[in-house]
């Protein structure tokens, strides 16, 4: 991780902050799709593309391209695999790669939040293939809601509900619920703050321990476009499997108009 973040401050040194125009602060040009791990109610505009890469524990490299094809329309997928960083053999994630799809069901008005549907079979973190499912489960199927306020800047509210049918061999396969904020700090800054009530996570001896998972981010619009961006992962420390103290990751997202 001492590499990961000399290249994330490095970065940063770099960017010019007078064309920073990319999902975070008050002057965003793009929709947040994800908070950090759940997702929202964004979407990609029509003719976007928006590619996005996540550097995660134990080596684990998670790239994502999204589109937007038509209007309230996107697609996306993803692909990765741990021990990418590090030594010995990578250990992939099993094909086919992830598949994302979103559908904007309602714009937000004064009154009513955007909603959207869609489903996402990326799931996090390493793979276990005994029980066929990530560390952290693919959202699946799901229907997010957010709405935007003006506060100091914006201060915005998600919820999404979610079922995951591809990783229930464990046999916890409760529908799902997630919550999440995001506020911006500036022009360019934004604090994430999500709680996955992880209730699809919680009835075996192996991952969770019942408590959910609480993470936490920063992002920084750093340029046009772009926007990378620092998390804490599991401040609960529910998970079981290398359960030492929350997990640390980066993620660097580029999103451009074509």
């Known amino acids: 991780m001492k590499n990961l973040s000399f290249i994330f401050l490095i970065l940063l040194s770099f960017a010019n902050l007078s064309f920073a125009q990319g999902t975070a602060g008050d002057k965003a040009k793009y929709e947040y799709r994800n908070l950090i791990d759940m997702p929202t109610a964004g979407i990609m505009d029509r003719g976007t593309v928006g590619v996005n ?38 250990d992939w994630y099993p094909f086919p790669p992830g598949v994302n799809f979103r559908f904007r069901l309602m714009d937000e008005t004064i009154l009513t939040p955007s909603i959207t549907l869609g489903f996402d079979t990326q799931g996090k973190g390493e793979y276990f293939n005994d029980q066929k499912r990530f560390a952290i489960k693919a959202p699946g199927i799901f229907a997010a809601a957010s709405k935007n306020f003006a506060l100091l800047g914006y201060l915005s509210l998600h919820g999404t509900v979610n079922y995951s049918p591809l990783e229930n061999k464990d046999g916890d396969n409760f529908v799902n619920f997630m919550f999440g904020a995001e506020k911006t700090l500036g022009s360019a800054f934004s604090v994430l703050l999500e709680y996955n009530l992880a209730l699809n996570d919680n009835s075996t001896d192996i991952y969770g321990e019942g408590k959910g998972y609480l993470n936490l981010g920063i992002r920084w619009s750093i340029a046009n476009g772009v926007t990378v961006g620092f998390d804490l992962r599991d401040l609960l420390e529910n998970r079981k499997w290398n359960a030492n103290s929350a997990d640390r990751a980066l993620m660097i997202e580029f999103t451009q108009q074509i």
């Open 53 to 90: 890469t996540e550097l995660l524990p134990f080596g684990t490299v998670i790239a994502k391209v999204e589109a937007g094809i038509f209007d309230n329309i996107s697609i996306g997928l993803s692909y990765g695999g741990s021990n990418i960083i590090g030594s010995g053999d990578p």
